[in-house]
């Protein structure tokens, strides 16, 4: 019997981290696809974050853009979890001007880290495309 609610009490654990990890990755698309659309307009950007949110089996709860930084909320529901998690994405130019240079120096060459140099090209920034998530957050 113990036996069985240990099984029990495991599935319920990879449930609720499944459905975290959905949120996450669809936020993190979602934020992404926001942030390229962002010069076309809010309407248009939360537009392709709704699409590619629902892609990814979750839905948009919440989508902002400022100038070119777009701020989502995405929720998966697995089960009897349904967890939120937040987005942040923007162009490697913006997102340099207000992270610390030891966070943005990933993918820079250990000779230029900690000088505040940005890296350039579009693969520069976490191994992503030209837009990369600056910030997760997970708000159940």
Do not use: N
């Amino acid at each position: 019997m113990a036996l069985c609610a240990v099984f029990a009490l495991v599935l319920e654990l990879g449930q609720a981290v499944t459905a975290r990890h959905r949120a996450g990755g669809a936020a993190d698309l979602a934020a992404l696809a926001a942030a390229d659309r962002a010069l076309e307009g809010p309407e248009a950007a939360c537009a392709a974050a709704r699409r590619v949110a629902r892609a990814q089996k979750a839905v948009l709860v919440r989508c902002t853009v400022h100038g070119e930084i777009a701020d989502v909320v995405a929720r998966s529901s697995l089960g009897r979890y349904a967890p939120s998690v937040r987005a942040r994405a923007a162009p490697p130019s913006v997102r340099a001007r207000g992270v610390p240079p030891t966070v943005r120096a990933r993918g820079v060459p250990p000779s230029v880290r900690g000088r505040g140099v940005p890296p350039a090209g579009p693969r520069a920034v976490a191994g992503r495309s030209s837009f990369a998530s600056a910030t997760s957050h997970r708000t159940v």
